[in-house]
């Protein structure tokens, strides 16, 4: 079974408009942190937005704003405000336990078009 | 922030010959990185776990005779394709975690090393 979907291939979004990516994931451990990354064409991985599996509060960081529904085991991430600089492929990925050791498992992507 | 480095980026290698990819943290330390494989389209697939100072974890299906780790240091894990074949073209890419970090710090991820196979 997938531990990280993501269900959206590809989508579009009109610049300055909102954009919600859907993950959800599937894991037993009770503890586990769940992260966004950014992938544009060039391939970096850029680190975005981080909520942990005990954590209260939906996880934000400026533009990126994560909706962690636990029961639901979903972590959808909400652009605001789109630029073109957004376009990307964007993924969802989860680690499951807090050791520095564990690995991260990666959803399939999300890639996103922002038109002007 | 803490930073990555990966080389080469880019790499065109004959069929047959080996292809050695090395991976640094600048500015912290790192027992354990990893190395994920990318497809074009396609999203990371991890391949091995290196630890430092001991043998690399390879994921099922991954060759650990073809892909050789390295992690001889608590700053440099290498990955070398041998007797690479076109197959093995594709974007690998490096990451690391601080081994001082706490539970929410991210991987952090090298540039990637486009490696094409003739």
């Known amino acids: 079974a997938q531990k990280i979907t993501q269900t959206q291939p590809g989508m579009f979004v009109q610049e300055k408009e909102a954009v919600t990516l859907d993950c959800t994931y599937d894991t037993s451990d009770p503890s586990y942190g769940l992260f966004w990354y950014k992938q544009p064409s060039s391939g970096e991985m850029i680190f975005l937005i981080y909520q942990g599996s005990y954590d209260q509060q939906n996880a934000t960081e400026g533009r990126y704003s994560l909706n962690f529904q636990k029961a639901r085991k979903s972590a959808n991430l909400v652009i605001s405000a789109s630029q073109l600089g957004d376009s990307a492929m964007y993924f969802c990925?989860?680690?499951?336990?807090?050791?520095?050791?564990?690995?991260?498992?990666f959803g399939g992507g999300t890639r996103v078009l922002v038109k002007p | 922030g803490a930073v990555v480095s990966q080389h080469p980026s880019r790499v065109i290698c004959k069929s047959g010959t080996s292809v050695k990819i090395e991976c640094r943290s600048l500015d912290f330390q790192a027992t354990t990185m990893f190395w994920y494989r990318q497809f074009p389209k396609k999203s990371l697939m991890l391949m091995a776990t290196s630890n430092e100072g001991s043998k690399a974890t390879y994921e099922q299906g991954v060759e650990k005779d073809k892909f050789l780790i390295n992690h001889a240091s608590l700053t440099l894990s290498t990955l070398t394709v041998t007797s690479a074949h076109p197959e093995d073209s594709s974007f690998y890419i490096c990451?690391?975690?601080?081994?001082?970090?706490?539970?929410?710090?991210?991987?952090?991820f090298g540039n990637g090393t486009r490696l094409t196979v003739t």
């Open positions: 990925a989860m680690r499951e336990g807090w050791a520095a050791g564990n690995k991260l498992t």
């Open positions: 990451s690391a975690r601080d081994a001082g970090g706490v539970h929410n710090s991210p991987l952090h």
